[in-house]
């Protein structure tokens, strides 16, 4: 059984510029969250998606955005880089139980905004 | 405010020894899980051990085991028989129902010496 797959493993971008980070669940998740990882900050919730819909969203600028397409695969996308948003990107799938059973994480997106 | 705190951010261990690892948390909410996740060097979060927040039994899986004290609100991690694999970060988390997101700690480094 596939894992939880991001890509890209590793992305390096300037400020200012745009991207996009992509999810894909584990087959028969519906639900997939994103956090952002840094040294100084930890994990930090930015939003969760089940079934095409945003059910929470954390406290991040409107620069972070998310979506989730009706095969379960999910992006995120942060426009107008800063120097600040270089950090670990995680994203985790949930059973069909619920989020309260566990994750199932993927490796991550390093990104670095130079 | 909903936290989880880590006070110990660096430990180590000899292999095959007993170490525990120490969390409290805050939440006005009766209903919720907790969870230690172990993060290695290659990024990836796996899922140590859960606990159903109204279960009063620790929850244990192999070599891992909870305290669990929720008049204390502590949920700390001990990990028996050491080994060089368990060298990683170790975040304690917690989720309440119908929030869809995980609170974190920021964790703890957990170093086993051969």
């Known amino acids: 059984k596939a894992g939880v797959t991001q890509t890209p493993r590793y992305l390096i971008k300037t400020r200012g510029q745009q991207v996009t980070l992509s999810c894909s669940p584990i087959s028969g998740h519906r639900s997939v969250s994103w956090y952002q990882q840094t040294p100084g900050q930890g994990l930090q919730f930015l939003f969760e998606?089940?079934?095409?819909?945003?059910?929470n969203k954390g406290n991040f600028p409107g620069r972070f955005s998310g979506r989730q397409f009706s095969n379960s695969r999910s992006e995120m996308n942060v426009s107008t880089l800063e120097l600040g948003d270089s950090a670990l990107y995680l994203c985790?799938?949930?059973?069909?139980?619920?989020?309260?059973?566990?994750?199932?994480f993927g490796s991550g997106t390093r990104l670095t905004v130079v | 405010a909903q936290t989880v705190t880590q006070s110990q951010p660096e430990m180590s261990v000899q292999e095959a020894e007993t170490v525990t690892l120490s969390c409290t948390y805050d939440?006005?909410?009766?209903?919720?899980?907790l969870f230690w996740y172990k993060q290695p060097p290659s990024r990836q979060m796996i899922l140590v051990i859960r606990q159903e927040a109204y279960k009063q039994q620790n929850a244990t899986e192999n070599r891992f085991s909870v305290n669990f004290q929720k008049a204390a609100k502590s949920f700390s991690l001990k990990i028996s028989d050491s080994q060089l694999g368990d060298t990683a970060m170790y975040f304690c988390?917690?989720?309440?129902?119908?929030?869809?997101?995980?609170?974190f700690g920021t964790g703890t480094r957990l170093k086993v010496l051969a």
């Open positions: 988390a917690f989720i309440t129902s119908g929030t869809y997101k995980y609170i």
């Open positions: 985790a799938s949930s059973p069909p139980t619920g989020a309260n059973y566990g994750y199932t």
């Open positions: 939440t006005s909410e009766s209903n919720y899980y």
């Open positions: 998606y089940f079934s095409e819909t945003q059910r």
